[in-house]
């Protein structure tokens, strides 16, 4: 799996949680102690996380990190 594809598949991720929690962009990334403008360049496949930005992310949708990852967990 190469960088673009996991940051694709990470950013689909993310975005189907996001909707599951029925958060906003700005809401998450607030949450998150992020910028909204890197919410949408995460779910669009643009960036990929540091560690600790997906911890917040986790943290902020309140879910496990693991299940954050588990596209990438097979």
Do not use: C, W
């Not at 673009?4 to 599951?20: D, S, T």
């Not at 403008?37 to 990190?65: F, M, V, W």
């Amino acid at each position: 799996m190469n960088e673009n594809q996991v940051a694709l598949i990470f950013g689909k991720r993310l975005k189907e949680l996001r909707l599951e929690k029925s958060l906003s962009q700005e809401k998450l990334a607030h949450h998150a102690g992020l910028h909204r403008t890197y919410i949408s360049l995460l779910e669009k496949g643009k960036r990929q996380p540091s560690l600790s930005s997906a911890i917040n992310l986790a943290d902020a949708l309140e879910i496990k990190l693991s299940y954050l990852l588990t596209p990438f967990l097979n």
